[in-house]
């Protein structure tokens, strides 16, 4: 299971103001680079400025981000848009916009660094392992149980938590070593989905 899931529900709700974009000539690699420009600006500023109050703006810039996400998407399959150059924007600036966006958490814990920098690194091979599907025959995988959709949700709720006063402390740990156990479980998910898939179209 994977909030991921739920795309396509959102992606209806967005399509009127897709087409309105797509009309006045908006772009999906426009749409994607400013989504990538915005997450590397806001974590940039709340690592050098780590003021709780402007932790909030993470959910908030995480549900944005998750509607252009969609957008570019939209405006690629289904007004024409689709390009090599967009393939390489999508993937590389979601990957750069996670890790912006995570690491003001790895900053603020008073457990060091590591333990949040594993869970980043382990992010960014989550996505790595669902773009080798593409390599082998399979289709790019989105499998969870700790996706890109997911982890904006719970790094949404940190964001919250920090913002209304929350501390990390020893209990923080856990909660990264739960994390780094369920994305784990992803790599692991989307390696064996992918190699079912691209054997399964082999035959």
């Given at each position: 299971m994977s909030v991921y899931q739920l795309k396509s529900r959102f992606q209806n709700i967005l399509r009127p103001l897709v087409r309105a974009l797509a009309t006045r000539?908006?772009?999906a690699n426009q749409v994607t680079s400013v989504a990538a420009a915005v997450s590397v600006?806001?974590?940039?500023?709340?690592?050098?400025?780590p003021r709780p109050q402007l932790f909030l703006f993470v959910p908030v810039w995480f549900l944005l981000r998750m509607g252009l996400n969609a957008i570019d998407g939209m405006l690629a399959r289904e007004h024409g848009q689709k390009s090599i150059l967009g393939?390489?924007?999508n993937e590389i600036g979601?990957?750069?916009?996670?890790i912006a966006?995570?690491?003001?958490?790895?900053?603020i814990d008073p457990n060091g660094l590591m333990p949040a920098m594993a869970v980043i690194l382990l992010s960014v091979l989550t996505e790595f392992a669902g773009?080798?599907?593409q390599?082998?025959?399979?289709?790019?995988?989105?499998?969870?149980?700790?996706?890109?959709?997911?982890?904006?949700?719970l790094f949404g709720a940190l964001g919250v938590f920090v913002a209304v006063g929350g501390t990390f402390a020893a209990w923080s740990l856990w909660l990264w070593a739960v994390m780094a156990l369920l994305l784990m479980w992803t790599v692991i998910n989307r390696v064996s989905a992918g190699i079912g898939e691209a054997?399964?179209?082999?035959?």
């Amino acid at each position: 299971m994977s909030v991921y899931q739920l795309k396509s529900r959102f992606q209806n709700i967005l399509r009127p103001l897709v087409r309105a974009l797509a009309t006045r000539g908006v772009t999906a690699n426009q749409v994607t680079s400013v989504a990538a420009a915005v997450s590397v600006a806001l974590g940039l500023l709340l690592s050098v400025v780590p003021r709780p109050q402007l932790f909030l703006f993470v959910p908030v810039w995480f549900l944005l981000r998750m509607g252009l996400n969609a957008i570019d998407g939209m405006l690629a399959r289904e007004h024409g848009q689709k390009s090599i150059l967009g393939a390489y924007l999508n993937e590389i600036g979601d990957v750069v916009s996670d890790i912006a966006l995570y690491l003001p958490f790895a900053l603020i814990d008073p457990n060091g660094l590591m333990p949040a920098m594993a869970v980043i690194l382990l992010s960014v091979l989550t996505e790595f392992a669902g773009i080798l599907g593409q390599t082998v025959g399979a289709s790019r995988r989105y499998d969870g149980p700790m996706g890109k959709s997911d982890r904006a949700v719970l790094f949404g709720a940190l964001g919250v938590f920090v913002a209304v006063g929350g501390t990390f402390a020893a209990w923080s740990l856990w909660l990264w070593a739960v994390m780094a156990l369920l994305l784990m479980w992803t790599v692991i998910n989307r390696v064996s989905a992918g190699i079912g898939e691209a054997r399964t179209a082999a035959r």
